[in-house]
């Protein structure tokens, strides 16, 4: 591996959604967005729904992570990812329906408000990202 890279290794419950050399990684995290370059101090985050971008030799990747945990290590990057799909997975009118549902939830006032406000939130960032494809 290169000296100005990191190994990154992205897995859902389904795939290994992505393993390669990056040179920069960015993604959500519950305490906020955070961007990695090789050699970043070793820590563990909880990932929060958010574009993930990866920056590879051949130009940068995106896809919607919703949620998850991440290892960072100096020379590595694993995210263990609840769900993490590219934008031209993801179906949009599911997406649209989705929105419509979570938002009336909310607007119900919803025992559940918690899990109706991240769902909008998926849906928002899943609609959010097929407008790049």
Do not use: C
């Not at 389904?14 to 101090?41: D, M």
């Not at 820590?43 to 958010?50: L, Q, Y």
Request: no cysteine; proline share 4%.
């Amino acid at each position: 591996m290169a000296e100005n890279k990191m190994m990154v290794r992205v897995i859902a419950p389904e795939r290994v959604f992505y393993e390669g050399e990056a040179s920069f990684l960015e993604f959500n995290t519950i305490e906020g967005i955070i961007g990695l370059y090789p050699k970043h101090i070793p820590m563990t985050v909880v990932v929060a729904p958010g574009v993930l971008k990866i920056r590879e030799d051949g130009g940068d990747k995106e896809a919607a992570l919703h949620s998850g945990f991440a290892e960072i290590l100096g020379d590595s990057v694993t995210i263990l990812a609840e769900s993490v799909e590219w934008p031209d997975e993801i179906d949009i009118h599911r997406a649209e329906e989705a929105k419509i549902r979570a938002e009336r939830r909310i607007h119900d006032n919803s025992q559940d408000i918690d899990r109706a406000e991240l769902a909008l939130k998926r849906a928002m960032l899943r609609l959010e990202m097929t407008k790049k494809v």
